[in-house]
């Protein structure tokens, strides 16, 4: 028998389109309309053709952390549905990109990887072990002594040596693994402050995350997150939270990174904030540094976001590229949804797809912003989640529903996510949970764990832009900023950048023949 909920899901109120059971759209019956968007389609696959093959100004990389396909097709669903829509045929900003491939995301040594490794490999153009960031796969996680040597650069870095401004805007923890990438070289991600070092890994020189972050690459024009009890002395009180001792510094050192970076930057038109209203009140024009540090760690899922004392992902893209932009030479942007992943280890979707909606959001915002004629932009993820719907679900069914039907099995409901493993595996009274009568879900899973995993899948890599065109395919993960790099003239590969007109040539990537037979012969 049909579930009586099964239209709208645990919806209090039916979807507005939800009559006689979820009747399609009336166009989709007749063929005309299909005939007409597929050849509209067409049209404009045809002016694809016509490859883009200036040279990129501006490179802006969004990161969703996590953000499988599975995710990307539920986000999709759910963006139409808050929209008022059936939601499967909506377009997420990211699906209007040109181009899409993917890209496979283990790590040296794992097969499902973490978000250290991965983001080694898009940002640093080499794949790492797990755990680790900027540094190669010689070095071992947690062993101090086997950092130096073999740190590698990412492409932040390569920008900024060019001569363009460059910034990091993420919903985590500025010194979190997707961004520390971007500046650090660390045997361990988990070295937020000096506080969470092993007193051998100081003995030896090694240094804390959030102290690379100012000291490894002088002068990032823009960096807005959260993070703020790790560059505070230990027992500082936080300044939005004074009362709450877990929100206090961390720092051992007694050093005050934020005070260091204000008094540095007081003659250069800098500017620290760490509220909303700080952030929306600048001008652009008159700022040159930002530092902006809204939460003493993450941000608040979008979905518990305060809009009053909180900036969106939207708004700090919008700042952090109208601060950029007056740079003649160009930026290079990283923009990470870090919360996509928080919420699906968590087992809540609902978390998790609120903020790759926002996330979308933020690559609208900069596309409004910039142009496809010097800009390339790439939207991907660092890797999946074991994150699935399914069910049968019909047409226009609230993405967090129930399925039509209650389970053949155990005669009860089911929502139509759920997670391989993680915390929504629950056993009541001998059987699996009733969740017909829950609000706010934990969706349930296969498999008891405290947290949910990463998954081992390919993730979609979208791209427009400049160049955007040597984003296709199935290509390894670390792939994706040599591409950028070539398509900015910026890094190891500028041979190519001899053009005139604005254009990049299409010579080899290497300048030499013997160049090619030392990869080869590396490969083999």
């Known amino acids: 028998m049909l579930h009586p909920l099964f239209c709208c899901g645990l919806a209090t109120a039916p979807h507005p389109h939800h009559k006689q059971c979820c009747p399609w ?5 007749d063929p005309t309309f ?6 509209k389609t067409l049209k404009n696959a045809l002016t694809l053709q016509t490859l883009n093959t200036n040279k990129a100004k501006n490179v802006i990389l969004f990161l969703g952390d996590g953000m499988g396909v599975p995710t990307v097709t539920a986000t999709r669903i759910l963006k139409g549905q808050l ?21 496979k995301t283990y790590n040296t040594d794992a097969q499902v990887p973490d978000s250290a490794g991965t983001a080694t490999a898009y940002l640093c153009g080499v794949k790492a072990n797990e755990g680790t960031l900027g540094v190669s796969a010689a070095a071992v996680r947690s062993q101090c002594n086997t950092t130096k040597g073999n740190e590698v650069t990412s492409i932040l870095k390569w920008a900024k040596d060019a001569g363009k401004s460059v910034g990091i805007v993420t919903t985590t923890r500025v010194n979190h693994a997707t961004p520390s990438a971007a500046y650090a070289h660390c045997v361990d991600r988990d070295w937020y402050s000096d506080n969470e070092m092993p ?20 002068n990032i024009d823009v960096i807005m997150g959260g993070g703020r009890k790790f560059m505070y002395p230990q027992n500082t009180s936080d300044v939005e939270y004074p009362t709450q001792p877990k929100m206090s510094g961390t720092r051992k050192d007694g050093r005050n990174l934020v005070q260091e970076w204000i008094d540095k930057m007081k003659d250069k038109k800098g500017n620290y904030v760490w509220n909303k209203q700080q ?8 700022v040159d540094y930002l530092l902006g540090l809204f939460e003493p760690s993450e941000l608040a899922y979008e979905l518990e976001r305060n809009n009053d004392s909180d900036p969106s992902l939207t708004e700090m893209v919008d700042v952090a590229i109208k601060v950029l932009k007056k740079n003649q030479n160009g930026f290079y942007l990283l923009v990470e949804g870090g919360r996509i992943d928080h919420g699906h280890h968590e087992g809540k979707a609902k978390l998790a797809l609120y903020d790759a909606v926002e996330m979308d959001r933020a690559i609208g915002r900069a596309d409004l912003l910039t142009s496809i004629h010097e800009t390339l932009t790439v939207v991907t993820a660092d890797h999946s989640h074991v994150f699935t719907f399914g069910g049968y679900t019909l047409r226009g ?6 399925a039509p039907k209650v389970s053949d099995a155990d005669q009860k409901p089911f929502t139509a996510i759920s ?4 915390p929504g595996y629950k056993i009541v009274n001998g059987g699996r949970e009733n969740i017909s009568t829950s609000s706010h879900y934990q969706a349930q899973a296969a498999v008891p764990l405290l947290s949910e995993t990463h998954g081992g899948d390919d993730v979609a890599v979208f791209a427009k832009g400049p160049m955007a065109h040597l984003l296709h395919g199935i290509h390894e993960q670390n792939y994706i900023p040599h591409v950028m790099a070539y398509a900015a003239c910026i890094g190891q590969n500028q041979n190519h950048c001899m053009s005139s007109g604005g254009t990049v040539g299409l010579q080899p990537a290497f300048s030499s023949m013997a160049s090619v037979l030392a990869v080869t012969r590396f490969l083999w």
């Open 25 to 29: 759209p009336k166009q989709e019956k």
């Open 34 to 39: 299909w005939n007409t968007w597929a050849q």
């Open 83 to 103: 929209s008022g829509h059936y939601g499967e045929e909506t377009q997420l900003e990211m699906d209007k990109f040109p181009f899409v491939s993917l890209a």
């Open 199 to 218: 007193a051998e890994a100081l003995m030896h020189g090694c240094k804390d995350i959030a102290r690379q972050l100012f000291e490894n690459i002088p």
């Open 279 to 286: 952030l929306l009140s600048l001008n652009p024009n008159n």
């Open 397 to 402: 069914n609230s993405i967090f529903g129930l």
């Open 419 to 422: 997670y391989g493993n993680g």
